[in-house]
């Protein structure tokens, strides 16, 4: 019996060696490996992959200001952390492969070894991997798997057109209720990707009956909610989101889908508008909210700007921004808040300093951030020219006003702003006690609204409007600087960024500038010397001041009509331009684009802008486009053809046969008026400048920078220009000046004095005072100039001849002690030609020209 026992033992011993051959194929065999793979190798390297893709799940941050992911996002980075895992996985899976090559689990475990390498980025391997599993494989369904996954690893190495494939080629085949929930979930990541969110809510919708809860459900529910509600479903998403919170979701999704809930919830439904407002209170008395009220006042924004309740929308963003700390979502909300002043209230200035706050706040990656940051800029520049014209009108008044008015003015403003710092300090102290204050009736311009009537508002920093300008004005001065202790004495921060520094910006009095340095004894002298260096006292700083309003008025046009789209705000301002500049440089530009305005809304006006360009601008460039619309077009090509005799002239030139490269630029004139002529027009100089003398040659250049003031090439012009002036300087001075004897020519009275008497503003005013009494009939003008590093001048023109520069001369003389003005100031006056001018302000000659004129003018005059 015992022997039989043994027996029967030794047998079933070598059957069940037989079956561990990976070369069997007995049911035993079968039973073996497919037991085998799937319980060590396949199970293991599965076990590892999961823990992989929890990690990930677990290291990624839902944004859910945005439509959630489907699937978080692969970093190379955070790829690393796991190489060891992802090496454990494909070693065990590799095992099952080769030891147990006739078990039902080979093809999964391939799919393992392509999701390890899809992990550690190996897209090459991973896909050569799934494409090994849907050719080679035996299994019908993990081939249809490797497909699926296929299309994950084309969508996420953003090749669309590869996954468009793989899609149209699986979804034809008979699949599982399980591969058919993975493949609609693919395509939904895929139509995701690309921002078709009509496709991707349609395959998520559509996988929904098939979805488990090892699936998050709740999750998925969410996000069809949110892309219904992107797309303006309400209804839709007001199912979905309640179907969410149905599953008990973890806390931030069952928030959010409340919170979205009362968007959507009983306005598509009964238009019960408090019932969606109880709900937002609902949330904010919450304790557990408390994290999420700046999210929540966000909600009740964009709720109430739905409803177009504009007021309550503003003080909800406001109340958002206060709330919290999340910097995405101030980012928004200043985003909401500069919609609403740009588009709705045109408030531009407002909504520009909400922009700047926008900007700084939201992700470079954020929606749209593009379009946001363009309109900034559109802003920025609407805003700098604006203030350029209220500041220069500023400067422009204050230089009307005598020393005394303008010192009691700076004496006013100073008073009342320190008035206003009292007041906010007591706003405050009583805020801190709990109280909170009315201060309507505050003149402060940074509590008022854009009507200047005063806001309710406890103090400046619960008052975003106010942040938001402030914030904007900081930079302007400061540049963008890292928020850190000491910052002002910070090396990093010693120059601010030139990219963020607005150099071009008004420099307001008004504006308190940040400074190291202790405050002035007197600060109302400290500003009155600061304002008395920028407010414009000659006739030529106010001409500069007047160039950049009307500048001003130019550019804010064109914002106006063809960034922000308001054509009656360009005509208003257009018009503004033309009336208070009649010579404006730019007004046949400004009646053409006129024209354009009213081309099709007024005919009638728009031909009255029409026939005053013809009349006054007959060959002007807007004249001819109005003329012909294609003028530009065939001016290019004529431009093209006067290129090339340009350089068939110039390469004349330069062989010195002037005459030929003169019949070269004429042909080339001949084509027409382009953008190219002034290039042609100076070669014609620079052959004058060989062929005539000096004085010609530097006439013609000046002609040609008057005629060309913002062609590209006059800069080069001007450089010639001033290189021959410097050259001819060099050789007077090497020669000795010459001033010419002929004095038979109108005549200049001229006052020089060193530039520290500070004489320019009194001597005119004497002096036009003196010509008033004793030369009335000369009608004769004064002016200032700088002459060098150390005098200035006054300039009386001009006297008609010798006898009248030497009566006038005399006549001054004799009453010089009577202006009590000039008294204690210390000056010499002389006459001079015209001719003999230019010579002494080209070389600075005052010494030779006080001894000629000691030498030919009557000792009387002197």
């Given at each position: 019996?015992?022997?039989?026992?043994?027996?029967?033992?030794?047998?079933?011993?070598?059957?069940?060696?037989?079956?561990?051959?990976?070369?069997?194929?007995?049911?035993?065999?079968?039973?073996?490996?497919?037991?085998?793979?799937?319980?060590?190798?396949?199970?293991?390297?599965?076990?590892?992959?999961?823990?992989?893709?929890?990690?990930?799940?677990?290291?990624y941050e839902d944004d859910y200001n945005r439509i959630l992911r489907l699937y978080?996002?692969?970093?190379?980075?955070?790829?690393?952390?796991?190489?060891?895992?992802?090496?454990?996985?494909?070693?065990?899976?590799?095992?099952?492969?080769?030891?147990?090559?006739?078990?039902?689990?080979?093809?999964?475990?391939?799919?393992?070894?392509?999701?390890?390498?899809?992990?550690?980025?190996?897209?090459?391997?991973?896909?050569?991997?799934?494409?090994?599993?849907?050719?080679?494989?035996?299994?019908?369904?993990?081939?249809?798997?490797?497909?699926?996954?296929?299309?994950?690893?084309?969508?996420?190495?953003?090749?669309?057109?590869?996954?468009?494939?793989?899609?149209?080629?699986?979804?034809?085949?008979?699949?599982?209720?399980?591969?058919?929930?993975?493949?609609?979930?693919?395509?939904?990541?895929?139509?995701?990707?690309?921002?078709?969110?009509?496709?991707?809510?349609?395959?998520?919708?559509?996988?929904?009956?098939?979805?488990?809860?090892?699936?998050?459900?709740?999750?998925?529910?969410?996000?069809?909610?949110?892309?219904?509600?992107?797309?303006?479903?309400?209804?839709?998403?007001?199912?979905?989101?309640?179907?969410?919170?149905?599953?008990?979701?973890?806390?931030?999704?069952?928030?959010?889908?409340?919170?979205?809930?009362?968007?959507?919830?009983?306005?598509?439904?009964?238009?019960?508008?408090?019932?969606?407002?109880?709900?937002?209170?609902?949330?904010?008395?919450?304790?557990?909210?408390?994290?999420?009220?700046?999210?929540?006042?966000?909600?009740?924004?964009?709720?109430?700007?739905?409803?177009?309740?504009?007021?309550?929308?503003?003080?909800?963003?406001?109340?958002?921004?206060?709330?919290?700390?999340?910097?995405?979502?101030?980012?928004?909300?200043?985003?909401?808040?500069?919609?609403?002043?740009?588009?709705?209230?045109?408030?531009?200035?407002?909504?520009?300093?909400?922009?700047?706050?926008?900007?700084?706040?939201?992700?470079?990656?954020?929606?749209?951030?593009?379009?946001?940051?363009?309109?900034?800029?559109?802003?920025?520049?609407?805003?700098?020219?604006?203030?350029?014209?209220?500041?220069?009108?500023?400067?422009?008044?204050?230089?009307?006003?005598?020393?005394?008015?303008?010192?009691?003015?700076?004496?006013?403003?100073?008073?009342?702003?320190?008035?206003?710092?009292?007041?906010?300090?007591?706003?405050?102290?009583?805020?801190?006690?709990?109280?909170?204050?009315?201060?309507?009736?505050?003149?402060?311009?940074?509590?008022?609204?854009?009507?200047?009537?005063?806001?309710?508002?406890?103090?400046?920093?619960?008052?975003?409007?106010?942040?938001?300008?402030?914030?904007?004005?900081?930079?302007?001065?400061?540049?963008?600087?890292?928020?850190?202790?000491?910052?002002?004495?910070?090396?990093?921060?010693?120059?601010?960024?030139?990219?963020?520094?607005?150099?071009?910006?008004?420099?307001?009095?008004?504006?308190?500038?940040?400074?190291?340095?202790?405050?002035?004894?007197?600060?109302?002298?400290?500003?009155?010397?600061?304002?008395?260096?920028?407010?414009?006292?000659?006739?030529?700083?106010?001409?500069?001041?007047?160039?950049?309003?009307?500048?001003?008025?130019?550019?804010?046009?064109?914002?106006?009509?063809?960034?922000?789209?308001?054509?009656?705000?360009?005509?208003?301002?257009?018009?503004?331009?033309?009336?208070?500049?009649?010579?404006?440089?730019?007004?046949?530009?400004?009646?053409?684009?006129?024209?354009?305005?009213?081309?099709?809304?007024?005919?009638?006006?728009?031909?009255?802008?029409?026939?005053?360009?013809?009349?006054?601008?007959?060959?002007?460039?807007?004249?001819?486009?109005?003329?012909?619309?294609?003028?530009?077009?065939?001016?290019?090509?004529?431009?093209?053809?006067?290129?090339?005799?340009?350089?068939?002239?110039?390469?004349?030139?330069?062989?010195?046969?002037?005459?030929?490269?003169?019949?070269?630029?004429?042909?080339?004139?001949?084509?027409?008026?382009?953008?190219?002529?002034?290039?042609?027009?100076?070669?014609?100089?620079?052959?004058?400048?060989?062929?005539?003398?000096v004085a010609q040659y530097q006439y013609s250049l000046e002609e040609f920078i008057?005629?060309?003031?913002?062609?590209?090439?006059?800069?080069?012009?001007?450089?010639?220009?001033?290189?021959?002036?410097?050259?001819?300087?060099?050789?007077?001075?090497?020669?000795?000046?010459?001033?010419?004897?002929?004095?038979?020519?109108?005549?200049?009275?001229?006052?020089?004095?060193?530039?520290?008497?500070?004489?320019?503003?009194?001597?005119?005013?004497?002096?036009?005072?003196?010509?008033?009494?004793?030369?009335?009939?000369?009608?004769?003008?004064?002016?200032?100039?700088?002459?060098?590093?150390?005098?200035?001048?006054?300039?009386?023109?001009?006297?008609?001849?010798?006898?009248?520069?030497?009566?006038?001369?005399?006549?001054?003389?004799?009453?010089?002690?009577?202006?009590?003005?000039?008294?204690?100031?210390?000056?010499?006056?002389?006459?001079?030609?015209?001719?003999?001018?230019?010579?002494?302000?080209?070389?600075?000659?005052?010494?030779?020209?006080?001894?000629?004129?000691?030498?030919?003018?009557?000792?009387?005059?002197?």
């Amino acid at each position: 019996m015992k022997n039989i026992v043994y027996y029967l033992v030794v047998l079933l011993t070598l059957m069940l060696l037989n079956g561990c051959s990976s070369e069997s194929h007995s049911w035993t065999s079968k039973a073996y490996h497919n037991t085998t793979a799937h319980y060590n190798g396949y199970w293991y390297a599965r076990e590892e992959l999961d823990k992989i893709d929890k990690d990930i799940w677990a290291a990624y941050e839902d944004d859910y200001n945005r439509i959630l992911r489907l699937y978080p996002p692969l970093d190379s980075a955070q790829a690393k952390g796991y190489d060891k895992e992802i090496q454990e996985a494909v070693k065990m899976a590799s095992l099952a492969i080769q030891r147990h090559p006739n078990s039902k689990w080979v093809d999964d475990a391939y799919i393992l070894v392509g999701r390890a390498r899809f992990y550690s980025l190996d897209w090459g391997n991973s896909i050569q991997t799934y494409k090994y599993v849907n050719t080679k494989g035996k299994d019908l369904d993990a081939r249809h798997r490797a497909i699926i996954h296929l299309v994950r690893t084309f969508t996420e190495h953003q090749e669309f057109n590869n996954a468009q494939a793989a899609i149209d080629f699986v979804q034809k085949m008979p699949l599982t209720k399980t591969n058919k929930k993975h493949l609609l979930l693919e395509k939904a990541y895929f139509y995701q990707m690309q921002g078709d969110l009509d496709k991707m809510v349609r395959n998520l919708s559509e996988a929904v009956p098939l979805l488990k809860k090892r699936d998050k459900p709740g999750r998925i529910y969410f996000i069809i909610g949110q892309v219904y509600q992107k797309l303006g479903f309400e209804a839709e998403a007001y199912n979905y989101y309640k179907k969410c919170i149905a599953t008990n979701p973890e806390y931030e999704v069952d928030f959010y889908a409340r919170l979205y809930l009362a968007q959507v919830t009983e306005i598509s439904r009964s238009k019960d508008v408090n019932a969606a407002r109880k709900s937002f209170r609902r949330l904010l008395k919450d304790g557990k909210n408390k994290d999420f009220k700046d999210k929540i006042y966000y909600e009740m924004g964009v709720f109430e700007l739905k409803q177009k309740n504009l007021d309550e929308a503003i003080a909800d963003f406001n109340r958002s921004v206060r709330a919290g700390n999340n910097k995405r979502i101030d980012g928004e909300a200043y985003l909401r808040l500069g919609e609403i002043y740009y588009d709705t209230l045109r408030q531009y200035q407002l909504s520009q300093a909400y922009y700047d706050s926008a900007i700084n706040a939201l992700p470079k990656d954020y929606e749209g951030y593009a379009r946001i940051k363009a309109r900034q800029e559109i802003l920025n520049e609407f805003v700098k020219h604006l203030n350029t014209i209220k500041w220069q009108d500023s400067l422009l008044a204050l230089a009307a006003m005598d020393t005394a008015a303008l010192r009691a003015q700076i004496k006013s403003n100073f008073e009342a702003k320190k008035r206003e710092e009292e007041k906010r300090a007591a706003v405050e102290k009583k805020r801190r006690g709990g109280n909170r204050i009315d201060i309507s009736g505050n003149s402060n311009p940074i509590f008022a609204n854009e009507n200047g009537e005063a806001q309710e508002v406890d103090w400046y920093f619960g008052n975003p409007s106010a942040m938001a300008m402030g914030e904007t004005e900081f930079k302007r001065v400061w540049g963008n600087v890292p928020l850190e202790d000491n910052w002002r004495r910070s090396l990093r921060s010693a120059t601010a960024d030139d990219n963020e520094v607005d150099e071009t910006a008004p420099d307001d009095p008004n504006v308190q500038q940040p400074t190291n340095t202790a405050p002035p004894a007197d600060p109302v002298a400290a500003e009155y010397d600061r304002l008395d260096q920028q407010i414009p006292r000659t006739e030529e700083q106010k001409q500069e001041a007047l160039a950049k309003i009307e500048d001003a008025y130019f550019k804010l046009g064109d914002i106006y009509y063809f960034k922000l789209q308001e054509p009656e705000n360009a005509v208003t301002t257009y018009n503004t331009l033309l009336k208070r500049f009649p010579e404006t440089k730019h007004e046949a530009e400004v009646l053409y684009k006129l024209y354009l305005i009213y081309k099709d809304s007024d005919p009638s006006k728009a031909e009255q802008y029409a026939s005053l360009l013809l009349s006054k601008y007959p060959d002007s460039t807007f004249a001819k486009l109005l003329k012909n619309p294609n003028y530009l077009a065939e001016s290019e090509q004529a431009g093209e053809k006067q290129k090339v005799l340009y350089k068939d002239a110039y390469s004349r030139y330069t062989e010195g046969d002037n005459t030929a490269a003169r019949q070269t630029i004429d042909e080339a004139l001949a084509l027409g008026q382009t953008t190219f002529v002034p290039n042609l027009e100076l070669l014609q100089v620079l052959i004058i400048g060989k062929t005539e003398n000096v004085a010609q040659y530097q006439y013609s250049l000046e002609e040609f920078i008057k005629k060309y003031p913002e062609a590209a090439i006059t800069e080069y012009a001007k450089t010639l220009l001033q290189s021959s002036r410097d050259f001819q300087t060099k050789q007077e001075r090497r020669m000795g000046i010459q001033y010419i004897r002929s004095l038979e020519e109108p005549h200049y009275f001229i006052m020089i004095y060193r530039k520290d008497e500070k004489l320019s503003d009194v001597a005119s005013a004497v002096l036009d005072k003196f010509n008033l009494a004793s030369f009335k009939d000369l009608a004769l003008k004064t002016s200032n100039l700088i002459l060098n590093d150390d005098y200035a001048l006054t300039m009386v023109s001009e006297l008609p001849r010798v006898t009248s520069a030497i009566e006038y001369a005399q006549t001054f003389k004799a009453q010089v002690s009577k202006l009590t003005e000039l008294q204690n100031h210390k000056f010499n006056t002389f006459v001079i030609t015209k001719d003999n001018f230019d010579i002494f302000y080209r070389t600075k000659g005052l010494d030779e020209y006080i001894q000629f004129f000691q030498k030919n003018y009557p000792a009387e005059a002197q």
